[in-house]
């Protein structure tokens, strides 16, 4: 029978013999143990110095803005006047502002229909928008007498009716649901045919008056037909008007209470009349945002130097080792932040070439110190110049030469530009002067082409002059779905007679051709296609390449990437640009290389890692033995306990004998 408890046999204490053994045994997985504890504690160090230079990440990335160098304070004297905004071209300034007219939008109404469930009449509605000049207007009728009306160019649309939509509320939706431009709407004026269609230009001016052409039933045109000009079946209940404003006493007439190209690069927004008492725009430097993330940006390397130094120093007085004292990845980041700060920016022109220029500096500590009192004065003397400090920016010595962008493979320097020609615009010239009538299933069709989109056009019957009919082929071509909704537009100007539609577009990608369509042989002709052409030029003496207006440095060059745009100017040598890249801009390319996932910090993490893992192998591996070693022991112990059971239950036999035999001798004596 096995012995139920370790050592009752021998009386040893089995269990703390194997524990003591045990322990011995045990210290190769303590050993392991306290490997792993420092590895995570590494891990745990590297998770702080990700997070530390994460937040010096988003503080660089603030300053590596353009937009935060050109923040300008608008003021107006009175927001009920008008409002304004700034853009990226707009300075500072004080202007007087006088409203006199506010620019408005037409409104048209039909005479009342009993109800709005009516059949009114099948057909289609073509609307176009231009200026009504010249005549008298009715105010009581709302009509005009002896006016006459040019299309604005901008596109005529059209809208059907039929059996689904053939009444009021049906010509009102399907109105609004085409999205032309004209918001229609049904007012109830109380009388006895009291419902009437009111139309409404969504664009306000002069030059966004109503034209409605109908085809179909008579009943339809009786009612929507309207031609400033001629037949107005419908009255004018508000006159469209441009905006008259004076700016700094000088007059100005636009179409818009939106304006953008009064004042370089700001935006009046027209709310109120105010004749004869100008209000003021004022237009500041916003300098409050760049001062607070200059000061930002210097905390938050201080923070990512601090927490680099707590990790690697040496404490003689604890006698403690920072967790990554001499990890040869910690130094090298550290080398690289202060590398990059430390040096010059490359390239750069202005007033301003490093840090220390605009009051930042660096303290014996290593820390970074900031100057208020003289980056006020850099602000308040050099506010232009201090962009470059931090952004990545390209300055062209020419005008006409505009810096677009850059990749990461551009480098930072000075470059030359040449441009051999200039990019050109795709068109097509009609051989002989068009016909100047138009007629209806006759000649007043166009399938045209332009920069890759196709569309068919009905130009409006009618007899014009060369310049209105050039108007009336550019109104119906801008104004084809196909071209509008992406963007694409065209110029159709005349000379002599002859017509020229010619690509919004500019470079190879830029054509226009006339491909069919029953008026094309009348109004071109013969026509002769041109395809645009692309920029051609050089940057640092290497042949760039050339789409539309824009020139990119080529590959393997040291401006590969540099993309700039030609818009104008000669051929020839067309000055510098100079790229640089600011030290914000290096900053967050360094943060982003360093958190990436195949960055310093990623791959030393990973080592940790696969040695931790490494580690939990071992210790399964050595976890394993030691079960066996114990259970082997315990079995050794097992077997010695009970020999030595049976060696005492034999010795006590003996013992028990012996003494028998013993008593028996001395009886027998005794006898």
Known sequence: MAIASPGIGSNLDVNGIIGQLMEIEQR????????????QA?????????????????????????????????????????????GTTAGPGSFSVEVTQLAKAQKLASVGQANTTDVVGNGTLTFDFGTISGGTFDSNTGKYTGASFASNGSGASTVTIDSTNNSLLGIRDAINAAKIGITASIVN???????RLSLSSDKIGEKNSIKVTVTGDAALSTLLAHDPAATQNLSETVTAKDANLKVDGISIVKT???ITDVIQGMTLNLLKENIGSAETLTVTQDTSGLKTSVDTFVNSFNTVNSAISDLIAFDPVTNQAGLLQGDTSVLSIQRQIRRVMTSSVTALTGAFTALSDIGVSFQKDGTLALDSTRLQTAIDTNFNDIAGLFVAIGKPSDSLIKYDSATDKTSPGNYAVSVTSLATQGKTVGSAAAGLTITTGINDTLTVTVDGGSATVTLAAGTYTAGTLATEVQSKINGANAFSTAG??????????????????YGSASKVNVTGGNGKTNLLGTPTDTTGTDVAGTINNSAATGFGQFLTGSAGSTAEGLKIKITGGATGSRGTIAYSEGYAFQLEKLAVDLLGTSGQIASRTDGINRRIEDIIGQREVLSSRLFDTEKNLRDQFTRLDVLLSGMTATGSFLTQQFSILTGLTNFSATN
């Open 256 to 258: 818009s209470n939106t």
């Open 42 to 86: 590494e891990l745990s160090a590297y998770g702080t110095l990700s997070g530390t230079i994460s937040s010096f990440q988003d503080a660089v990335k603030d300053l590596n803005n353009l937009s935060k160098f050109q923040n300008l304070n608008v003021v107006s004297s009175d927001k009920t006047v008008f409002t304004a905004s700034a």
């Open 28 to 39: 190769p997985l303590l050993l392991l143990d306290q490997k792993e504890a420092g590895f």
């Open 189 to 195: 004026d109380g009388g006895v045919s009291p419902y």
């Open 488 to 505: 694409i537009s065209v110029t159709v100007s005349e000379s002599v007679g002859v017509l020229t539609m010619t690509s919004a577009g």
